[in-house]
């Protein structure tokens, strides 16, 4: 089975540092999707970066970037410039059209930007 | 706008009272799924689907019915509520199964 694992349940960051959240998954597959999605206390879920699986690539999207390491089946966010607006629950999330396409969620790291 | 609208936003309703969870999206999208959060267990998907028509099971669905009639809402139902379905529940939908998740504002229920 897919399995998504966000080891650090809790993490905080000084405003203007540097913090990465870790997940790593499992799969056989070679072709699938991830991503982080935020959640702030509003509780609202909004996307924060994508990823390919077949692109070599990391993606980035201004202050944040991920650290894709398909052999290792790792997936880390890295969030440059904290801002406390970046205080919310990060979840990692996986999806593959292996026969369902199931979207898999780890547990989520809360992250605490600290001014 | 472009958004996905689910309500009620907050539900306190008592066992084995039916009830229904509506879902509503203006994007077009074909894939929609619904989700409980629950701590610690962060998002477990309950039933998606592909387009109009096609759902399945995701890895939650015991106690819970949806349908799709139409490509824009996806209901779901709770045809007998228990206490152990006391969650925060959310819609979603994508363009396509592989594209980003739009999230709608989030179902408080507490089943007494």
């Known amino acids: 089975a897919q399995t998504v694992t966000q080891s650090q349940p809790e993490m905080s960051v000084q405003e203007a540092e540097t913090v990465t959240l870790s997940c790593t998954y499992d799969?056989?597959?070679?072709?699938?999707?991830l991503f982080w999605y935020k959640q702030p206390p509003s509780r609202q879920m909004i996307l924060v970066i994508r990823?390919?699986?077949?692109?070599?690539q990391n993606a980035t999207e201004n202050r944040f970037s991920v650290n894709f390491q398909k052999a290792a089946k790792s997936f880390s966010l890295k969030i440059s410039d904290s801002q406390l607006g970046d205080t919310a629950m990060y979840f990692c999330?996986?999806?593959?059209?292996?026969?369902?396409?199931?979207?898999?969620f780890g547990t989520g790291t809360r992250l605490k930007v600290l001014a | 706008e472009a958004q996905v609208t689910q309500n009620p936003r907050y539900l306190i309703t008592v066992t084995g009272k039916k009830l229904t969870v509506t879902c509503s999206q203006n994007?077009?999208?074909?894939?929609m799924s619904w989700y409980r959060q629950d701590p610690g267990l962060g998002l477990r998907q309950i039933y998606y689907?592909?387009?109009?028509?096609?759902?399945d099971k995701g890895d939650v669905p015991e106690g819970y019915k949806v349908s799709r009639k139409e490509k824009r809402n996806f209901p779901l139902i709770l045809e007998s509520p228990s206490p152990n379905q006391t969650s925060l529940y959310f819609c979603?939908?994508?363009?396509?199964?592989?594209?980003?998740?739009?999230f709608g504002q989030g179902t408080r229920l507490t089943v007494v």
């Open positions: 999330a996986f999806i593959s059209p292996s026969g369902t396409y199931k979207y898999i």
């Open positions: 689907s592909m387009n109009v028509e096609v759902t």
């Open positions: 979603a939908s994508s363009l396509v199964w592989s594209t980003e998740a739009f």
């Open positions: 990823q390919e699986a077949y692109k070599q």
């Open positions: 799969t056989s597959e070679n072709n699938y999707y």
């Open positions: 994007m077009n999208h074909e894939y």
